[in-house]
């Protein structure tokens, strides 16, 4: 990643974050670079978190202050347990509209043209929403079920959000 004014390397700590879902875990990040991020309406950005590459969105509390939300599999996969130091190497996302579909979901759209067609409807933070559904099942079995239901349910209007 080619340095610039808006890559930075920082230092960060893990906090329990209650959600509709259960609890993840979100690490805040530094006023005066979210500021910076913000500033130049940066939202997607990628880099790595303790060496493992990752693309991640900032967000806003509503409190105040920024932060970045991170699930069981980055944290599995980056080695982090609740005292663990996180350190960012984070720039904005050079292709922030780049969504890394899974197999399964691809052919599943690729073989139901109506759910295909709905797909392409969303949003961009919708799909990503969708996509992150079936890209964390461990097992290639549930995600394959999963796209086999999402793409029933974006054809037959049945979403949650129908």
Known sequence: MPPSRLHFRFTSR????????????I??????????WKAAKVRRLA?????????R????H?????????????????????????VWDLAPDPKPEDLDLPDELCLALEQDPEARARWESFTLGRRRSLTYYVANAKQ???????????????????????
């Open 140 to 162: 290639e079995a549930t995600r394959i079920k999963r796209s086999v239901e999402l793409t029933h349910k974006l054809r037959t209007h049945t979403l949650y959000v129908d």
């Open 62 to 86: 509503a409190d105040g202050g920024a932060f970045i939300m991170l699930g069981r599999p980055l944290l599995k996969e980056a080695g982090l347990t609740p005292k663990s130091t996180l």
């Open 57 to 60: 969105a900032l967000q806003d």
């Open 27 to 36: 690490a805040p990040v530094p006023e005066e670079i979210a500021n910076e």
């Open 47 to 55: 880099g790595t978190l303790n060496g493992v590459p990752v693309r």
């Open 14 to 25: 893990l906090e329990p974050f209650p959600s509709a879902t259960g609890v993840t875990h």
